[in-house]
């Protein structure tokens, strides 16, 4: 079992905008860590899925970064969210690669965190006994499921189906039709899935969700999937075409699953 660490590998950290799911458009500290454990043929983050030597740090919120050296400590990622507090944050978002695959950092970091701002984890959902651990000073989990027709693998239906029933048992509740204000600090735990679609998603894969979701306990009408219709990379898959977004949302409504699109924003506005 990984044990408690102080320093980890970190890609980068600024200040933007949430550019996808359920918070869109609220203001964050991301902290991007390196490494994945699944290699996605959609990526656009390939550039965090190995550790890298240095950590792209903003100088000033939305401006130019600077490197520093990896691994990082708490006390450095903390001197660096301390500089952005007077922007009046959402909350801070732990992304990647893959956060839980740092799970013993973040049972060093997440505490002293967690009573600055809300937490908002970016994850897989690959790794429930890592959520588990960790979970206690998570406010909001965007969990991805990741589909067979847009990653080019199998989905990992076991790992979700466990991820979602951990959820389940540590009292998150999915945003279903309420507000996506849930999950800031003193309110409910919270969580929501993404799936990103492409022309090649079909039926069955839609079904699988409902599938799974089922399979893990959670009332149908509380998980709230947004869609995201995949960004062109070279060799990935092509986005859906309107006809066949509608086909999934009905699919999805069949099931007794709220859903919505809504594509990557902060590409739209050019900003990372």
């Known amino acids: 079992m990984d044990v408690m660490r102080t320093e980890a590998w970190v890609n980068e950290m600024f200040t933007s905008l949430q550019g ?16 994945c454990n699944l290699r996605c043929g959609y990526c656009d983050t390939k550039y965090a899925l190995e550790k890298t030597s240095t950590c792209r740090v903003e100088m000033e919120p939305g ?21 952005k507090l007077h922007l009046n944050l959402h909350s801070v978002s732990l992304t990647g690669g893959e956060p839980l695959l740092h799970v013993g950092f973040l049972e060093s970091l997440l505490p002293i965190l967690h009573e600055v701002l809300p937490v908002y984890l970016d994850t897989n959902g690959t790794l429930a006994a890592e959520l588990e651990r960790v979970a ?53 735990k919270s969580f929501f899935v993404k799936i990103v679609v492409g022309e090649g998603t079909d039926d069955g894969e839609i079904d699988a969700v409902a599938t799974l979701a089922g399979s893990a306990g959670v009332p149908l009408d509380e998980v709230l999937v947004i869609l995201q219709p995949v960004a062109r990379v070279e060799g990935g898959p092509n986005p859906p075409s309107l006809e066949r977004l509608l086909r999934i949302l009905g699919r999805l409504g069949q099931h007794g699953l709220p859903a919505r699109v809504i594509p990557q924003t902060h590409k739209v506005l050019r900003v990372r």
């Open 136 to 188: 206690s000073w998570i406010d909001v989990v965007a969990m991805d499921v990741k589909l067979h027709s847009v990653t080019g693998v199998p989905m990992p239906s076991a790992k979700h189906e466990a991820f979602l029933r951990s959820l389940n048992a540590l009292g998150f509740k999915g945003l279903g039709g309420q507000s996506s204000e849930h999950g800031a600090r003193g309110q409910l």
């Open 20 to 35: 996808e799911g359920a918070y869109v458009g609220l203001p964050q500290f991301f902290i991007r860590f390196c490494e």
């Open 63 to 83: 401006g130019p970064s600077y490197a520093r050296p990896n691994p990082l400590s708490v006390d450095e990622i903390m001197a660096e969210l301390g500089d």
